[in-house]
């Protein structure tokens, strides 16, 4: 798994643990309200898969029912018109490339705000497709991984669009194509195995390799200061830090 990847699970095991969790729930109320918004007012998950997606995030990191259910119910009211999905590109610390997906009510302050954390942490705003060339949409599959874990892959494996697998101590990431994400998730429950969510991601097609300590905090906490702006859902980024240096940074 690379540094870049190993951060990622990190990032996903203290969403669901921390005391920011507040935060998180907030930002994806706004996924699954806007989601509802922009496919036309579809509350059904299994015909509107940006809300199955949001509604699976929620699970992942135990979003409570009555939130969910709140957030579907805004969907229908006069602020969800006010919510914009917005995405920026940029380039972080040392040249890294970095996507930004976020949800506004206020374009203008959410762009001015993002743009001074970007140049404030060293980096700089990118014009559309300057940064999103080197980056292709996949879709990833998150399972629950057992003891047994190295049948787990072989049987992975074997269903039709994985394209590529990663793991970690408790999950095993499924890569697949961006349009056969709904396809290949059905097929991995219906192969019985436990999936925690389902979601696309932005997957660099070259990384920007940094072993150097100093620089990688640098670049770890220019994204988590990304992350911790109230509009943004997600930043996607193509740094590789090595395991051994990231685990010092932890």
Not at 63 to 80: F, L
Not at 85 to 107: K, L, Q
Request: proline letters at 2%.
């Amino acid at each position: 798994m690379s540094g870049h990847s190993k951060w990622s699970t990190i990032k996903h095991q203290k969403e669901a643990n921390d005391k920011a969790r507040g935060q998180v729930f907030s930002k994806l109320s706004r996924a699954i309200t806007v989601a509802i918004r922009e496919g036309g007012g579809e509350t059904n998950p299994e015909v509107n898969y940006k809300l199955r997606m949001a509604i699976d995030r929620a699970k992942e990191i135990n979003m409570p029912k009555d939130n969910v259910q709140r957030a579907i119910d805004r969907a229908a009211g006069k602020e969800a018109g006010q919510l914009k999905s917005i995405r920026f590109e940029g380039y972080g610390p040392f040249g890294v490339g970095v996507i930004i997906e976020a949800i506004t009510d206020n374009r203008q302050r959410t762009v001015q705000e993002i743009k001074n954390l970007i140049e404030k942490g060293g980096g700089s705003i990118a014009s559309p497709g300057a940064v999103a060339y080197n980056f292709t949409t996949k879709g990833q599959v998150v399972v629950e991984k057992s003891g047994d874990w190295q049948n787990q892959l072989l049987q992975l494996m074997d269903i039709d669009g994985v394209e590529d697998l990663s793991d970690d101590e408790e999950t095993i990431a499924v890569i697949t194509n961006k349009d056969s994400l709904t396809l290949v998730s059905q097929l991995v429950k219906e192969a019985g195995f436990i999936v925690r969510s389902s979601f696309l991601i932005m997957v660099p097609k070259t990384q920007i390799l940094i072993e150097d300590l100093n620089k990688a905090e640098k670049i770890i906490n220019f994204i988590n200061r990304l992350e911790n702006h109230d509009d943004i859902q997600v930043v996607f980024a193509n740094f590789d830090i090595p395991i051994k240096i990231l685990e010092q940074i932890i």
